[in-house]
């Protein structure tokens, strides 16, 4: 077989292959084996007569008509290796010539997987954030706790901040009820800071019976894009007032924590946690931001096959997450004040990232020679078992060789994710890395006010 290739794009090329004699004549005698086992030739039991008894008893086209597929799709991957290219998806095979018994020429067009020219693993910047809890964070967790064990009195008096008050509120944008601005029976400790700004403000000094309206202006940056820097009515009704008898921060407290002797000790729990909570979060990020970095060193295009797929497991992910939430996706594009162009032209900038990590991941895993032993596979599957042993379905998904590859490929790609993170553990954050993630600190509290 002659194969020339035309490179179309980065990520598509056109193949012409032409099949010589010999390959149509392996192709020919394959083709009528196969049309034999069907065949019923009197004398002998069905799919039984000797190829050259069967072939008398068919079609010279339908003989011909199948060789040409077969010759065909059996060149296909050698024309692929030809041409050097993995293919990801076959557009179109268009046959421009066949001679039977003699030659065929044919052109595919395909979907193929981009040349990936890989940066330096090795010399990345990004850098493992601190994981040590402050002082400060662990005593909002003691604030918390605080709170959590605070007693609560029916006060006849007005509201102060620091008060629990039971409210119902409607909120209202140009006279009409918006969704999610209305309650019953609240219970909202003034001063805490859970709504927009003067909504607790304005309930201050207001004691049970008092009805009111309180006319509000949401955040310009609220996360309800059609309520951000709109004029609203809150029509409010203080139903009780309590107020909140808070413990002290004592070796009492402690106690009633845990196994705790004192608050030193109930200082170090939390400290702990904070820290392996930190740690988690801290290491995520860090692959996350290798990955990233690693993308933007190499030299790597998106199939527009593989940016499909990944749309579609975005949004498949959304329509399961507004299910949860009772909304359809149309309900939930015009909570987020989207439209489905605007959302699908953010899916598709996710989606071509993804991609793109896949893809020098896939190429480092194979440049560096990443394996995954069969032992290590089968534990792996052995595990997948037991966890999903109440599921027919997934039990049977689990032996399927498919599958089995898909849980190896993942396992590679873990460990090819170790084997980055090993290259640049040692990386120490720069000064700018330093200043944005004290900024992100300070605008994370700023977001919890």
Known sequence: ?????????????????????????????????????????????????????????????????????????????????????????????????????????FIVTAEILPEVKLGDYKKLTAALDQTEASEADVQEIIDNIINAYAEKKVAKKAAENGDEVIIDFVGKKDGEAFAGGTAKDHHLVLGSGQFIPGFEDGIVGHSAGDKFDLELTFPKDYPEKS??????????????????????????????????????????????????????????????????????????????????????????????????????????????????????????????????????????AREEKVEVAEEEVAAKIAELQDVYKNSKEALANLKKPEVRQDVKNRMIIDRTMELLVEANRDNKPSKKAKTDKKAAKKAEKATKK
Not at 279 to 292: G, I, N, T, Y
């Open 1 to 105: 077989m002659k194969t020339t290739t035309k490179k179309l794009s980065d990520t598509k090329v056109e193949i012409t292959a032409i099949i010589g004699t010999e390959e149509l004549k392996a192709a020919r005698e394959q083709a009528i084996k196969q049309l034999a086992e069907n065949l019923k030739v009197q004398g002998f039991r069905k799919g039984k007569a000797p190829l050259s008894v069967a072939e008398k008893h068919l079609s010279p086209n339908e003989i011909s008509e199948h060789t040409l597929d077969l010759a065909v799709r059996s060149s296909m991957p050698a024309a692929f290796a030809d041409a050097a290219c993995e293919p990801l998806a076959i557009e179109n095979v268009n046959v421009v010539k066949y001679v039977p018994d003699e030659t065929a020429e």
């Open 227 to 364: 309520l951000a820097g709109e004029k609203v009515v809150f029509e409010t009704l203080v139903k009780q007032v309590n107020e909140v008898i808070k413990p002290k921060e004592d070796d009492a407290l402690a106690e009633k924590c845990g196994k705790f002797k004192n608050m030193a000790e109930l200082r170090a729990d939390i400290k702990k946690n904070l820290e392996a909570q930190n740690e988690h979060r801290a290491m995520d990020k860090f692959r996350d931001d290798l990955v990233k970095e690693l993308v933007d060193h190499s030299k790597v295009e998106a199939p527009e096959i593989l940016i499909g797929d990944q749309m579609r497991f975005i949004h498949d992910d959304v329509v399961r997450n507004a299910a949860s939430h009772g909304m359809t996706f149309e309900q939930y594009l015009e909570r987020a004040g989207e439209t489905a162009e605007s959302w699908e032209k953010q899916a598709r900038e996710l989606a071509a990232e993804r991609v793109k990590a896949s893809l020098v991941l896939q190429i480092l």
